[in-house]
């Protein structure tokens, strides 16, 4: 079995108001990922993400395209300890 990692990606660019978090909701639960996303006062947008790693990897390349509207300038990766406390994925 494949281990589990837990990562937080804070998305920096024009990722509000151009149907991000739909976005990054979609592909997460296609990619059977657990956690959630939302929006920062700041602008940004910030997932947590927990599930495989081939899986983290792929959202992670859907993330550096973002949808149609949305302009990437630069996504934050850090990885911490697992905390299982996810059943599904979630907007907030």
Do not use: C
């Not at 792929?58 to 395209?65: G, I, M, P, R, T």
């Amino acid at each position: 079995m494949e281990e589990t990692l837990h990562v937080e990606f804070l998305v920096s660019g024009l990722v509000q108001g151009v149907g991000f978090r739909y976005f990054v909701w979609r592909n997460a639960l296609a990619m059977e990922l657990t956690g959630f996303v939302k929006n920062l006062y700041s602008g940004d947008v910030y997932a947590v993400v927990e599930g495989t790693k081939e899986n983290i990897d792929s959202f992670h390349q859907q993330l550096l395209k973002g949808p149609a509207r949305s302009r990437i300038d630069v996504v934050k990766v850090q990885y911490n300890e697992v905390t299982n406390s996810f059943n599904d994925f979630e907007i907030i």
